[in-house]
Each structure stands twice: as C-alpha cells, then as structure tokens.
C-alpha cells in the first residue's frame, strides 16, 4: 500500500490529524500553537490511539463462546490490527470502514460493518464509531477509544504537575484490573473535587476505570502547558492508563469492559454487551481539543 492510500490527513481551525488506514488509527494530532499532542508510538507501548473492537478489555481465557463454539478472540479485538478502507476523504473529514471477512469470522462469528468518521471543524476533532449488524441474529459488541496523549505536555514540566478535571464529582469505588480481568469495585476513588492528581504510580495495578462516571468530559491539563479537553457521548464507561515508563496518557471513552474476574459466559450475556439488532446500528463519538496555556 502506497503513503497515499495508508494514510489521510485532516485540518481545519489550526489543527490537524492524520489517519492510518491500519486500524483506522489516528497517528497525529498537532496544533499550530502546541505542536503534536499525541503519543508518537515508542518501545513502552508502539501504539497511537488504536480502536477497540468488538470487545473492550479481555474475555477470560482469551475464550469468545457462542452457540456451542469456542472463539479465541484476544484483548480489545482485532479492529485495531486490520486495514480498513478509506470510504470518503476530503480537506476536513474521512470515513473509514471495516467488514467482515473469514480471518473476522473466525475470531467473532458474526456479520458487521464498523465505520470511523472523524471530522475537524473550528479546532475541535469529532471522532464517530458506528457498528452496523449486516446479519440476522443480534450482533454483540462492544467499542472503545484508546488514544494516546503525551505526558509531560510540554518540556520541562514534572508528570507529577498534571491532573485530569472531570466535569462532576466521581466518588464511587473503582474496579482494578487483574490479569486483565474486572475485579469488584471496591478500591476508593482516586478522584477528589472532580480532580485526579497524576502519578504514574497510579497505574501500577494497569488502568483506572469508571464503570458509570457522571461526566461526559474531562480535562488534562499542567500550569504553563497547552491541555487537551476530551468529550464523549454514548460511551457509558471511562479508563484512564498509562505504562511505565512511557510519557504519555490515554484517557478512553468505552462502550463496555472487560470480562469480570467472576464471569463466563457466552459472548451475548456478558455483562455491558451491546446487542445490535439486525439491520440496526450503535453508535458513539468522543472529540479532542486544544487548550490554550493555562486554560485550566
């Protein structure tokens, strides 16, 4: 595949993102006041902002069961490590479009069409998942970003300056993970005031996750830093992660979470599945901007 066709860029409003036709992940997001912002892949964690489908997190065993057959379908999917199709593409927006196929039906044995749209209007990027069951039995899924925002924001700022403002208070105990199942939510919130101060030390025991925050929007932000202010609609769950000693942060919008520790199950029952109807779709959408210097 050619540069041209692996990949598109977006801009308008000052800020620009490029698209890879692999994952339909987005590789860029730069500012013409702050630069690039997100993550540039690294040995810590080789990824930008990859999609998460058609399960967010883990299933026990890696097992996907479903009408007497046993599916190995590994963490957060395979979107993620698919090449999707360019459908449109223009100056300010692009869609793209996955389908399955026999390599898919093999994992996930269920007709779909997942589309991206991202669009740039006014300096706002605008990221839309839709997931389309092209079948005739309902279509259990799940969907999640996961994009990646460098930590430090700037040069020269501790990590440890940074913290993430939500937009409501979020007092309710948090789940942990581990081996990449969903523990109990018993662990205090980390969240005080609508503030989580950051430290990678947070993250020692993998991400942080709100099952059902109040918020639909959150802040990252540093004194003397341009910010990232993230909105999300339709993506019920939240995690927040980052991998030691990587310097950057993924703030995530889900539909769904991993397996619980205490669960198994076929795929449709599992617990925060979406089950699409035929000829029906589900459809979320998160968006990034760029905040000036101190926005707070």
Not at 70 to 81: E, S, V
Not at 249 to 277: F, N, Q, R, T
């Amino acid at each position: 595949m050619d540069e041209a066709a692996d990949r598109h860029s977006i801009a308008d409003g000052g800020l620009c993102a490029t698209i890879l036709a692999k994952g339909a992940e987005l590789c860029s997001l730069r500012s013409d006041t702050a630069g690039e912002m997100l993550w540039q892949a690294g040995p810590a964690w080789p990824r930008h902002a990859p999609v998460l489908f058609p399960i967010v997190g883990r299933l026990r065993d890696d097992r996907l069961l479903h009408n007497g057959g046993d599916y190995r379908l590994t963490q957060h999917g395979f979107a993620r490590d698919r090449t999707f199709r360019f459908v449109t593409r223009d100056a300010s927006a692009c869609r793209l479009e996955l389908r399955d196929d026999v390599e898919t039906m093999a994992m996930y044995p269920f007709p779909f069409c997942l589309t991206l749209d991202f669009a740039i209007a006014q300096g706002e990027l605008v990221v839309t998942y839709t997931a389309s069951n092209t079948g005739e039995a309902d279509l259990p899924v799940n969907m999640g970003a996961h994009p990646a925002f460098r930590w430090p924001l700037a040069e020269g700022i501790a990590k440890s300056d940074h913290i993430l403002t939500f937009a409501a208070n979020e007092p309710e105990p948090m789940p942990r993970l581990s081996g990449g199942l969903l523990g109990p939510p018993t662990t205090p919130s980390v969240i005080h005031d609508r503030v989580l101060k950051l430290d990678e030390a947070l993250f020692a025991a993998d991400a942080l996750i709100l099952p059902r925050p109040h918020s639909r929007s959150v802040r990252f932000t540093a004194p003397g830093a341009p910010g990232i202010e993230m909105r999300w609609s339709n993506f019920p769950s939240f995690g927040v992660w980052m991998r030691p000693p990587g310097d950057f942060l993924c703030l995530e919008p889900w539909y769904g979470m991993a397996s619980p520790a205490d669960w198994e199950g076929p795929i449709e029952h599992k617990p925060g599945m979406a089950l699409v109807k035929p000829g029906m779709t589900l459809e979320a959408s998160f968006a990034v901007r760029i905040l000036p210097v101190d926005a707070g």
